[in-house]
Every structure is written in C-alpha cells, then in structure tokens.
C-alpha cells in the first residue's frame, strides 16, 4: 500500500513520516535550509509480517503544487495532516480537494502538534475537519491526534495504516505493466533508475519495455521494489528500475514519462474524458479554456474543449475533451487534475474515458451516447454498453491496449460479450450478439426480396448486400460481417454471387420449356461434343437469339458453363472432363500429353478438344508447353478432388 501524505505547509506532515518510519525524507539541501519540503519524499515502514506501507511525503507550500500532484497520482491511501494549533489552512483545503478527485477514498486525518493546543482547541478543529471531509469521498476517515513531539498517537496511528494496510491484501496484478515516473537519476556503476508507482500489471527483471510517450525501448536490468531487491514488482507497489538500452540515459527519461510494457506503448494528444469543476471555482469552465492537465507524474499544456452545451458550472460535472499540447501515456479510466495556466489553484479534474476520439463531429447524439457507454468504469459494463450503442462495434486491440487488459483478459471479456469477432482491414473489431443476429436476419431478408424479385439471378455480390442492409455500421464493417456469415455457413456463395442456401435458380415457363428441349442435345452420348448454340437453335428451330439468352441464364447458374465461344456443356460434364485430363496427363512418363491423346480418349473431333483444353488453360488447370500441356501444379485442389472421383471409364 502506498500512502500520500497532504496538508498545508509546517503542519508536520514530514515530521510526521519520521515518527513512523525513522526515515528524514527532507534529503535536499535547500529543504534543511528552509525548513520546508520541495520535491517529494520516500519512506518505508515494514511490518513483521511482509506487509509494507510506502509513503510519498508531499511538499505543502503551493509553489510546489506540481510536485505534491506527482506523487498524489500513485497513492492508495491518504494520510491528511492538520496541525491543531493552525486548523484548517487553504492547501488544506487544496491537497483534499485533489485527492478527492484522483478519486482517492481511504484515508486517515493525522490531527498533528495536539501538544501545543488545549483539549477544547483539539475538540474544535476535529469538528471543522469533520465538517470539511463530509461530502467528499474521504467522509468516513478517521482523525487520529499525535505529537510527533512527545509520541502521542504515533504508535496507534502506525498500527491503523499497517491494518489498513494488511486488509487491503496484496494487490490483484491485474493488466499490462505501467510504472509512473517520479524519479530518474544515474548510479555509479548501475546506470539508470527510474522510481515510481506501478500502477497495472507487473515487471520482472530481464523485461523489454518501452519508456513513453518518446517510445525509447529498454531492458530492466535490475528491481528494487518498495526499497528492496527483488525480482518482480508487482501494481501497489513503488519501484525502482535499473533500464539499460540504447539512448538510455538520465537525460533521455524524467519525471511524467511512463515505463510500460511494449504493447501499451500508445501516446495520444487529444482525450475525451468527464471533468468535475470544484465548487471553489468562481466561474464556470469555457470553451477552449488553456490549462495544465496533471497526469500520472506528467504535467502538460491543455485546451477543453467543452462536449456540452454550456460551460461547466463549478460545482458540476461535464464531459470534455482534452486537447494537448504533446503527447502523454495515458489509459483508459485514469484520474486527471487540471490546474489554471499560472499554476495558482486547482480548477477540476475527473477520468479519461477514450483516448482516440473524434477530431471533428465530437458532440453528435450518437458519439456522446458512445461516450457515456465507454464511462462505465468496469471494462465489462464499458464494453457491452458501447457494443450496444453507435457505431455498434469496438476495435478489439484498441479497446484491451487503452485500458491496459493483458491478452487474457482481454480474451476472456470478449469471448463471455462478443464472441463474434470480424476481421476489418488491418483491425479486429467485436459486435454485440444481438448486432450479429440482426446483421444475419437483415442478410436473410435483403437475399430473399432480391431471389423473390430476381429468381433467375444467382444473388446478390458481397457489395451489393452490404448497401442493401439497413444496419448502422459502416460499410467496411457489413461487408466483413457478410463474409463471416458466408464462411458459418449462413449464407451461400457461388462464383461471386451470395444467396441463400434454399434458394434454387428458376426459370420462367417459356424459359424451361426452351432449355427441356435443349438438354438432350448436350447430355449422353452428345455430351462431349455439344453443338453450338447457333446450331441447337437450327435444330430446333428456335430463334437463335432465344436458345442463347436461355443457356446464358443457365450458365449463370452454373446449369451450364460456356466451354467455347457459343459453346455450352453441362456443368457435371465439364467436371468429367477435367478427371479426364487429369486422367491423361497422369498416364504420361513426364506428364506431358498432345491435344490427339486426350482428342483419343473422348473419341472427339480435334476442334472441340482444343476448345476443352484452352478451357482447361484459362482455368488454370493446365499449362502450354509447346504444343504439349501438363497439369499446374498449384492447382492441387482440382488433381486431389480428380483423384477422388470415380474413373471417367465407369460413366
Ligand atoms: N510541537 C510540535 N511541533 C511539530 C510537530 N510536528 C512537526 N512540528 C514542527 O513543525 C515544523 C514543520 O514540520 P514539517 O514536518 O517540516 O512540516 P511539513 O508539513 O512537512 O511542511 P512542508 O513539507 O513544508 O509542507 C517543524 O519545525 C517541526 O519540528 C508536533 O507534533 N509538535
Ligand atoms: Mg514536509
């Protein structure tokens, strides 16, 4: 557990962490000259048992706000320290204000220097914290009094941050590592420590990782967690990194960046997010308002740009989007504080909600609904809600990489939510059940109204399904979702056309009638050598323009397949055929046969033969070689299912 100290500046706040810890954590020389805390402090206070409090003992004076919301970022816990002879002070006020809004909601009141003041005073400033705490997350603290003088409380208030401590339990590991610089500096003969909170995941010695937002890619060499050798440093605890790599130097990383693991590495300047004006505020929040956005250890310059209709009045809460000045590591569901461009109060602060928002259309009903769906703090809630409203799908990597799921639970999320996944250009993308069996039943409906008005057509091309489907995804998205259902079977496809699989190809009256008479011409012992067109039209005496548009009409249901120009077999014959090169080619010493040997085996005229086997070429069946041909060896498929069949001597 990592506890953050806060309160106004002399109130005892590291005289306090010294009490507990025995740990000076004033170590720069300007701090012993003034008297005062600058940067942030570390301490660590372990218990018999394995359990160990960290602190962050932040500095008071306002000029270090920055510093002190550095460390905030990290804490699990608050240690809020009110001197009873001051009371309540501005930065009291202040440092609670923002670890409420980092959403920080255990903590203990230290109601320090009670050896200077009255019981009655005691009594009086205990009421006023109480007072102040009601109404914000901190509500339910305890106020403990001590003396970092004579040792009053300190032995109880020890023993409530160690049980608190040890009721949290070591943290869950959950998601992909992120350690939040506070710290950088070179050891002699080490090299290159960064510090800070791990705020997901875990690390372990012997790691890749890539220090963002600059995407320097580094190795830890070695781990100190919670100011002790170790092999892996786990969420909840504060570490220390020794990173080696190329460019890795105490210049190249400083506080604000964030060590993460290589697949989170993923920066952003422009972040949608909900924002909570404090009530302190005099006015409210304009549009493109400038201020300074504090995140993780990171301060960054910001514009707000306002998702809401008016300007959000202190005391309220509203969405936003942040627009920044560079780019910052940042996840889904972090806290943020934002403070004004001088640095002089804190304006709000809130959550990140999508870190890859719309530049323009960014306050249309249906991307605040999206956004309202993807506020849901739980990545399950935030999931399902936004699979069930616009755009109804979710870039699967997307979504798992910006909350910092690692693989498994990220697979584990989507296969109990979406266990439908298509595959759209270079992304995966997941749609709700309900969106997929709407997508199928829109499918069946547009196929059976196409077969219903076309019944002699084949159906309908992938593209023009997909615009024939009024669902609210995009087109690249239907059209992934049309050649999902094509591969589960749903759907039918067959030489480009999509249809439904009980949809037979039908014939007008006058259409069947035609090709009742045509068929004896091409089956049996004609089948080889089928007339032409022309000549079947002689034959029968047709008009030939009649005997073609029927056999065209067949051929694109593939009853028929144009073999030569105006030629016509029957499907089941061209696939006798195709055994039959197979056949021949096969009996050859080197696979090489003339067009008379297969001419032969057909007992057929040459013209027809060649018209077969030019056919055979253009399908890629087989391959000139002069004036030999040998079957294409990438056309394996065709040779396997030749092999199969029966032989051409048994029909
Ligand atoms: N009498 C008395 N003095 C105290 C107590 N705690 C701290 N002090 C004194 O108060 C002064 C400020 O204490 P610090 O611990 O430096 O205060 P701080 O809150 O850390 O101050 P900043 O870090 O600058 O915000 C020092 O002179 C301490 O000796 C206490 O319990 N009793
Ligand atoms: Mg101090």
Request: overall charge positive.
């Amino acid at each position: 557990m990592i506890v953050g100290t806060a309160g106004h500046i002399d109130h005892g706040k590291t005289a306090l962490v010294r009490a507990l810890t025995g740990v000076d954590t004033d170590r720069l020389k300007e701090e012993k000259e003034r008297g005062i805390s600058i940067d942030l402090g570390f301490a660590y206070l372990p218990a018999d048992d394995d359990t160990i409090v960290g602190f962050v003992d932040v500095p008071g004076h306002e000029k270090f706000l920055g510093n002190m919301l550095a460390g905030a970022t990290g804490i699990d816990f608050v240690l809020l320290v009110v001197a009873a002879d001051d009371g309540v002070m501005p930065q009291t006020l202040e440092h609670l204000a923002i670890v409420d809004l980092l959403g920080v909601t255990r903590a203990l009141v230290a109601l320090t220097k009670v050896d200077l003041v009255s019981s009655e005073r005691r009594a009086a400033v205990a009421d006023a914290i109480r007072a102040l705490l009601r109404g914000t997350g901190l509500a339910a603290a305890r106020i403990v009094p001590v003396s970092s003088t004579t040792g009053e409380g300190i032995d109880e208030l020890r023993a409530a941050l160690l049980a608190a401590a040890r009721a949290e339990g070591p943290r869950a590991a959950r998601g992909r590592f992120r350690l939040a610089v506070d710290r950088c500096f070179s050891l002699p003969g080490t090299g290159t420590i960064v510090t800070g909170p791990v705020m997901s995941g875990a690390v372990a010695v012997g790691d890749a990782v890539v220090v963002s937002p600059a995407g320097l890619r580094a190795r830890v060499r070695s781990i100190h967690s919670q100011s002790r050798p170790a092999e892996r440093g786990l969420a909840g605890e504060r570490c220390a990194l020794n990173l080696v790599g190329e460019g890795v130097t105490r210049h190249a990383l400083a506080r604000g960046d964030v060590v993460l693991d290589p697949k989170l590495h993923a920066p952003t300047e422009r972040i949608d997010a909900t924002l909570r004006v404090l009530a302190s505020e005099r006015r409210a929040l304009e549009h493109w308002t400038p201020l300074r956005l504090h995140h993780a250890a990171a301060e960054v310059a910001a514009r707000v740009a306002l998702l809401e209709e008016t300007p959000i009045a202190p005391g309220a809460t509203g969405r936003i989007q942040l627009v920044l000045e560079r780019p910052v590591a940042a996840a889904v569901g972090d806290r943020f504080v934002v403070r004004d461009t001088s640095g002089a109060r804190t304006v709000g602060g809130g959550r990140f909600v999508d870190l890859r928002p719309p530049r323009r259309r960014r306050r249309t009903p249906e991307r605040l609904a999206q956004l309202d769906a993807l506020t849901r703090e739980d990545p399950r809630e935030a999931l399902e809600a936004a699979l069930s409203s616009w755009p109804f799908f979710v870039d699967v990597e997307a979504f798992a990489r910006d909350r910092a799921l690692d693989e498994r639970e990220a697979n584990a999320l989507l296969d109990s939510i979406a266990p439908k996944r298509l595959a759209v250009a270079d992304a995966v993308v997941a749609v709700s059940v309900s969106t997929w069996q709407r997508l199928a039943a829109a499918c069946r409906e547009a196929l059976d109204m196409a077969h219903r008005e076309h019944p002699e057509l084949p159906g309908l091309s992938v593209t023009q399904l997909a615009s024939a489907v009024e669902l609210p995804l995009p087109p690249r998205v239907l059209a992934s979702g049309v050649r999902a259902l094509v591969d589960s079977g749903a759907l039918l496809s067959e030489g480009g056309a999509l249809r439904l699989p009980e949809h037979r190809l039908s014939l007008d009256d006058r259409d069947r009638r035609a090709w009742l008479r045509i068929a004896p011409l091409l089956s049996a012992g004609e089948r080889f050598r089928p007339p032409r067109a022309s000549e079947i039209a002689a034959a029968l005496r047709m008009p030939v323009g009649e005997a073609r548009r029927v056999l065209k009409a067949l051929a694109r249901q593939r009853v028929v397949i144009e073999v030569g120009l105006d030629r016509f077999f029957k499907r089941e014959t061209v696939e006798e055929l195709e055994t039959i090169v197979v056949a021949v080619a096969r009996a050859q010493k080197d696979g090489r046969f003339a067009v008379w040997q297969f001419r032969d085996r057909l007992d057929n005229g040459r013209k027809i033969a060649i018209e077969i086997l030019e056919y055979c070429d253009g399908r890629g069946l087989t391959l000139r070689d002069g004036d030999l041909r040998r079957l294409n060896p990438r056309r394996l498929d065709l040779q396997t299912a030749a092999n199969n069949s029966r032989a051409p001597d048994a029909h």
